[in-house]
């Protein structure tokens, strides 16, 4: 029988320790990556960042396992979204405000759960929290945020809506850093 092909992940958690909200200890939270067959577990800051490696029939399943064993220990409905290495590469190579020139303190990137169809990414409000910028590739939103995260009306939930998928977003530093941890 040949062994399935094990690869480098990152899940990202939404939501997690953020404002004093949805307390999970990330020594618990890598313990669940582990008890579902990941290995290499490794987490980067409180706010739900696990790298792990598994084999695909661990990733097969372990969107729905994470999000159940949160719920169950922790009373936290959590989405979980994953992308492989090379995702994450590519989403840094794809970055268009990046190649535009745009300080790297302003740039984030919300990670979709699924690629929105071309008709909900039309239905997206350019205009929505000016001069904030946003643009969707893939399942990727790219975002320039000149008023800062915590003031941008570009949110989660705004995306959630929208598109009809789960998002979730970082600031760019910890994107490179969740890069660099699946090198």
Known sequence: MKAKATGKYVALLRGINVGGKNMLPMKELAGLFVAAGCGEVATYIQSGNVVFCADDNVVGRLQSAITQQVELQFGLKVPVVLRRA????????????????????MLHVSFLADRPGPDLVAGLDAMRSAP?????????????????AAKTKLTNAYFDSKLKTVSTMRNWRTVLKLAEMMA
């Open 86 to 105: 090379s995702e994450m590469q590519a989403a840094i190579r794809g970055n268009p405000f990046l190649k535009a020139g745009a300080a790297e303190e």
């Open 132 to 148: 904030d910028e946003f643009a969707v590739i893939g399942r990727e939103i790219y975002m320039k945020l000149v008023t800062g």
